[in-house]
């Protein structure tokens, strides 16, 4: 009975938590503009919170990727 209870607890709990944020690829954020956009903007309007974030940590690798192609292509690379 203990056990059931305890179950039932977590179940409870894990219901009540915050969703989580999808958290998006590299290659996901490089391939859609809108997107890599958006998260970088809430990115950088709250560094405090969001900087370490898995999000806002492959927004910014995707947006270095794609200056890179970017550059690539204007030294005719």
Not at 20 to 39: F, M, Q, R, S, W
Request: charged share 30%; glycine share 10%.
């Amino acid at each position: 009975m203990r056990w059931f209870l305890s179950g039932a607890a977590m179940v409870f709990l894990a219901a009540c938590s915050p969703q989580t944020e999808k958290t998006y690829t590299v290659d996901e954020l490089a391939a859609d503009d809108g997107l890599l956009a958006k998260i970088i903007g809430e990115c950088r309007n709250n560094p405090g919170e969001l900087r370490d974030t898995p999000n806002c940590r492959n927004a910014e690798a995707a947006d270095g990727k794609l200056r890179l192609e970017r550059m690539r292509k204007s030294l005719g690379g």
